[in-house]
């Protein structure tokens, strides 16, 4: 497994935010991660944790501070020529947490989805475009028919829907989903977790799927990492991570799901973390090694202390 | 059930409201009866759409200007200052005795994004002395300390500090907590908390939730949850009332509807939500998606999307079946002819689970 070759590489990778000449954030203050061919990667974490703007950074709307980013090998964190560029918008996609905010309202559905098509000349005529359309409309769910309407005529399922078709059209090689089902109801997030994976199946993709909600990352997600105040404090894959959190604050975010119980629900207190009067400076920790792929960011002496307890 | 002595709080019966649109009336609420008692939690559950904000706007009289009550009545029961009781109700009040009568002082309201609901060029402090002072003519000191006393009851460190900060200043679990700390500011009977905690992350969730929970057995007051998130759900209520389309589709106690549901539509919204113990590869979706009110409903609005719907659910709108003294649910799969039909295998497992460890 360790053998294959990582689709993107997120080394050490800064990204501040002057405020003032006194004041910076640190968005995100050191990341590494990769993410293989055709596996879902998770984000997980509370809002100002910094995943939306580790997302950003990956797909080139941020300049990273310091680090390095490679897509497929290539160097994607510094100036790039425009053939680079060009290769990277057709390979890397993006959708966003509102469906509605991201669809032009004045455009019709089956002009979004072609805009790509027609900016990289992806088709050779008109009847080619419509086909591409057409069959891209199917795959999420929607009708051909879909392709006339426009945005406000959807519901925000079939929104959503539109957006994935939009970055699917490329045929990319990662997707950056950031928290593109928050928005949308239980039931209609169900829907669109499951088309996302059965259009993984299909199509190989590999995702970058930030949320907050760790009930659904878990469906999802072959790896997850959990992200704090711009540092990843624990990442591994899925079963790694819920069986066996060692971070505290991976702990709470566990405890805080709510659960459709009502029984254990009324008795039960979630967890609670906070980084001050916990004493933990993540800028002492290292990454401590667990078990195959589970890391945890921490001290030794931190390490000591929480793999005790449990 | 009328014998346990519980007392009426808010009674809502066969209300309707029709919104007039551009493309003609919608008619959102198809005739809704809702009871809620004194210090009990009632959640309503559905999907967007489903009309559950729209009920409870209704009792605040702050609906939008192009609806119309067709029917039905909003009675609220409440208690004037020196013991007597009252009954009124809400749908025949005008606007601006509700507001000076009702709004805030006796019903207080918790929207979902916090951000919005509060004046960002106004200090804190003062948006929660406002309704004591416009309320109750409370001295402007007296209202302070009581604010301050507010902050600290809802959690807030600092409370001093807080009172001159901007909402801006604020970080967004602060703030629901101070738009609690409003709601409460006149000593409401009644909290209604529209999806108080869709905005906020699970973490300030579970906290802002356990906060309404103590909030609420410290003073006795009854609360009433508008959600589509059934983990809220579990974690709060007392009683569920499941909406569908307009309509109420089972109503029950928390125990009842979560582990002896009938409705298909509610097996379907326990089905969707993902349970972190189970492996399943594909979560269990309801297909399709609500019907559009545009067009009036002819039978079982759920039908469409409901695997299990029978012949005469496309015929005949299904009466509210009576399971149990507190649990009623409307379809057709509960009366006598009906073939029966048992919930999907998965959610049978999964309750089956929950309640082996829970004992």
């Given at each position: 497994m360790e053998e294959r070759k990582p689709l993107l590489e997120v080394k050490g990778l800064k990204q501040y935010f002057k405020g003032s000449h006194q004041f910076t954030v640190k968005a995100v203050d050191g990341v590494d991660f990769v993410i293989y061919p055709g596996e879902t990667y998770g984000l997980v974490g509370e809002s100002g944790s910094g995943k939306s703007t580790i997302g950003r950074s990956v797909i080139r709307l941020h300049k990273p501070t310091a680090g390095q980013i490679l897509f497929n090998g290539m160097d994607i964190s510094g100036n790039m020529t425009s053939q680079q560029n060009q290769q990277l918008r057709t390979q890397m996609q993006m959708i966003f947490q509102d469906p509605m905010a991201c669809l032009?309202?004045?455009?019709?559905v089956g002009e979004i989805i072609a805009q790509g098509l027609d900016i990289h000349h992806l088709y050779k005529n008109r009847a080619e475009r419509q086909q591409k359309v057409a069959e891209i409309l199917r795959k999420v769910g929607l009708a051909p028919e879909h392709a006339d309407r426009y945005p406000h005529q959807f519901s925000g399922g079939q929104r959503q829907r539109v957006g994935i078709a939009r970055a699917l059209i490329m045929d990319p090689k990662l997707i950056i989903a950031d928290e593109c089902i928050s928005a949308l109801d239980v039931s209609i997030q169900a829907q669109v977790v499951n088309l996302m994976k059965d259009l993984q199946e299909e199509t190989g993709t590999a995702y970058l799927f930030i949320a907050h909600d760790l009930s659904m990352v878990k469906y999802i997600s072959d790896r997850i990492g959990v992200l704090h105040l711009g540092h990843l404090v624990e990442t591994g894959t899925t079963e790694e991570i819920f069986n066996n959190p060692v971070h505290p604050y991976t702990q709470s975010l566990l405890s805080a799901i709510p659960q459709p119980d009502p029984r254990t629900e009324r008795g039960r207190v979630a967890k609670t973390y906070d980084y001050k009067q916990a004493g933990v400076d993540y800028h002492l920790g290292k990454r401590q090694h667990l078990e195959g792929t589970h890391y945890v960011l921490a001290t030794d002496e931190e390490l000591a202390r929480w793999t005790a307890k449990s | 059930m009328e014998n346990t002595n519980r007392e009426h709080v808010l009674s809502i019966r066969d209300l309707s409201i029709t919104f007039k649109t551009g493309a003609g009336p919608v008619n959102a609420i198809r005739g809704v009866n809702i009871d809620l008692y004194k210090g009990e939690t009632l959640a309503v559950v559905g999907e967007s759409g489903s009309g559950k904000s729209v009920t409870f706007k209704a009792a605040m009289g702050i609906?939008?200007?192009?609806?119309?009550?067709?029917s039905g009545s909003i009675t609220y029961t409440y208690h004037h200052n020196d013991g007597s009781p009252a009954t009124v109700d809400l749908l025949k009040m005008k606007t601006k005795e509700i507001r000076r009568h009702i709004n805030g002082k006796r019903i207080a309201m918790i929207f979902q994004d916090p951000m919005t609901s509060l004046d960002p060029t106004m200090p804190i402090g003062k948006q929660i002395m406002e309704g004591m002072i416009w309320h109750y003519k409370t001295p402007k000191k007296e209202a302070w300390k009581k604010a301050v006393h507010l902050l600290e009851e809802v959690g807030i460190d600092e409370p001093e500090k807080r009172?001159?900060?901007?909402?801006?200043?604020?970080?967004g679990g602060m703030r629901q907590r101070v738009v609690i700390a409003i709601a409460l500011a006149c000593d409401p009977d009644l909290l209604i908390c529209d999806e108080p905690t869709t905005a906020l992350d699970v973490t300030i969730q579970a906290k802002i939730l356990e906060l309404i929970k103590r909030v609420q057995a410290e003073r006795g007051i009854s609360v009433i949850y508008i959600t589509h998130d059934l983990g809220v759900v579990a974690k709060v209520a007392d009683f569920v009332n499941v909406m569908y389309a307009g309509k109420i589709v089972e109503t029950g106690t928390i125990d009842e509807i979560f582990y002896d549901p009938r409705h298909p539509y509610t097996w379907g919204l326990l089905s969707a939500m993902p349970d972190l113990d189970t492996d399943d590869d594909r979560l269990y979706t309801i297909p399709g998606s609500p019907p559009n009110l545009l067009h009036p409903v002819t039978g079982d609005a759920f039908a469409p999307r409901n695997?299990?719907?029978?012949?005469?659910d496309e015929r005949l709108e299904p009466p509210m079946f009576k399971v149990s003294e507190t649990h009623y649910a409307a379809t057709w799969l509960l009366d006598e002819r009906a073939p029966k039909v048992e919930m999907p295998a998965e959610l049978r497992a999964r309750i089956q689970r929950m309640t082996k460890e829970a004992n």
């Open positions: 032009n309202p004045r455009k019709k | 609906l939008a200007s192009n609806s119309i009550v067709n009172m001159r900060q901007y909402p801006h200043q604020l970080s695997k299990y719907a029978l012949n005469i």
